[in-house]
């Protein structure tokens, strides 16, 4: 349709404005949904749906990970991904931070209906995941043993955490586009990045099994699979840029670091950096911590209670990136009470999923850990206290990262960035140390449960404080 009012748009001037109706049109109704017009809870299901669903296909493949490698490789292989988890986070988050911030900036753009800065945050971000490619790629390679020496890994648990990070490591080079997922939601596309996901989970599911069972890779084959699941999905987005297909084009000559648009970038995405790398430190600390209370049946219990909790981490993390278009955009729109009703729909829809998860880890955790470890009566036993305690974290951290998730969408960003560090180092880690010092094993779960309790507490405080006349502020500052 643009190129057919292109050809025509000289010699006959009234269709000028007949394109730029048609121009405004696009960039407010993606795909059937106007973000600025349409009800709140048919966006956030338009919206959420597919980012939570995305999040949780992936969270699945990962479980399916560890419970091949549960049981092919044994709790010496579950506890070495447990111990190289942290990394992969930290890898993660720069994904996080050039996706999530161009994302924002994107979403923001259209609302004001600026096409070519929305052009210039993609360009700028995609600049960016090179320059940290390559970097994040060889100092991986270079230091990943003595890296995961400081974490504790010794001796045969060493052998198999190097044996696995080693081939993740060979995956960065294209793992770092899954950055474009951002990206591609932001500008009203939430459906393609959804199919990618359930396209790559089930390739990891069965080269999961061929590598493992079949070939009898060991620990070395799951993490093959990952990486080839992984580098389909970033080979798909890469096209669908290429390709012409996107609403916001790749424009090549703007593929290059400016000032003006690589710093906002990295000031929106630092929340989510942040909240990242802070999870990925937390880790590492409760994984020493547990190593010194319950030797390697307890950082196998934590593994355990990741694998089973990533199902409502990656429902949190879902839900803050599906509202995050919507209220960018109408916060760019100064459409400010749709911003707060977003906000308060996806509060409530967290919960409603975090109570469901709490009658399920309070009344069948036998039944979840048997997915991992069916014999070993001392991690069942560490396994099934710690999940009932920590049942009781999910509604916290689930609301607080929603609320983390709005402060980025708004730019409030020193705000944001406050509340990635609060709950995971700035109350976790004294509160465990603590905690553990007086009771053990015990200690760690509770301290899930306080720091999350408490981050949720002055998160919502927060909200409170930043009301619709601050907002109002804020978007004229900027």
């Known amino acids: 349709m643009s190129n057919f009012t292109n050809k025509f748009s000289n010699p006959f001037s009234f269709l000028k404005s007949k394109k730029e109706t048609i121009m405004r049109q696009l960039r407010t109704h993606t795909e059937g949904y106007s973000l600025k017009d349409d009800s709140i809870p048919k966006l956030l299901l338009a919206f959420v749906g597919p980012a939570v669903l995305s999040l949780l296909i992936n969270a699945l493949y990962n479980l399916v990970d560890r419970i091949f490698v549960g049981q092919f490789v044994g709790v010496d292989g579950l506890s070495a991904v447990t111990l190289v988890f942290p990394v992969t986070l930290f890898q993660f988050g720069f994904v996080l ?10 979403a923001k753009f259209l609302g004001e209906d600026r096409l070519d800065k929305a052009e210039d945050a993609l360009g700028n971000s995609i600049a960016g995941l090179l320059i940290t490619m390559v970097a994040f790629t060889t100092l991986g390679l270079l230091f990943y043993k003595p890296l995961l020496m400081a974490f504790g890994a010794e001796g045969e648990l060493l052998n198999l955490s190097s044996e696995y990070l080693w081939v993740i490591i060979m995956g960065f080079p294209l793992s770092f586009f899954l950055a474009l997922e951002f990206t591609c939601r932001a500008e009203g596309n939430p459906r393609f990045p959804a199919k990618l996901i359930l396209l790559s989970s089930l390739i990891n599911v069965v080269l999961d099994y061929v590598f493992m069972k079949v070939f009898n890779m060991g620990i070395s084959g799951a993490a093959l699979a990952t990486i080839i699941a992984q580098a389909v999905n970033a080979i798909l987005l890469i096209r669908y840029y290429t390709s012409g ?55 196998a219990a934590m593994g355990i209670i990741f694998g089973i909790n990533i199902f409502f981490m990656m429902t949190a993390l879902g839900t803050g990136d599906g509202m995050q278009p919507v209220i960018s955009y109408n916060f760019g729109a100064q459409q400010y009470n749709r911003v707060t009703k977003t906000l308060k729909y996806a509060i409530k829809m967290v919960i409603v ?126």
């Not at 931070?97 to 994107?106: A, D, N, R």
């Not at 975090?354 to 470890?373: D, H, N, R, S, Y």
């Open 97 to 106: 931070l050039f996706g999530s911030g161009s994302g924002i900036l994107i």
């Open 245 to 299: 297909k996107s609403l916001v084009k790749l424009v090549w000559k703007k593929i290059r670091i400016k000032k003006k648009i690589i710093l906002p970038i990295l000031s929106v995405g630092l929340a989510p950096f942040i909240m990242d790398i802070a999870i990925s430190l937390q880790n590492v600390f409760t994984n020493h911590l547990l190593l010194q209370s319950g030797g390697i049946d307890g950082v």
């Open 353 to 478: 999923v975090a109570i469901v998860g709490v009658i399920l880890f309070e009344v069948f955790p036998k039944q979840l850990i048997a997915l991992f470890v069916s014999e070993n009566e001392n991690i069942i036993s560490i396994t099934k206290t710690a999940l009932q305690i920590f049942a009781m974290s999910l509604p916290f951290y689930m609301m607080q990262v929603v609320i983390t998730r709005y402060f980025q969408a708004i730019q409030i960003n020193k705000i944001a960035t406050f509340l990635a560090l609060l709950r995971p180092i700035l109350l976790f880690i004294p509160i465990a140390y603590l905690l553990n010092n007086n009771y053990g094993l015990i200690g760690i779960w509770a301290a899930f449960v306080v720091s999350d309790s408490i981050s949720a507490l002055i998160a919502l405080l927060l909200v409170k404080k930043y009301s619709i006349k601050k907002l109002i502020l804020i978007n004229h500052s900027h």
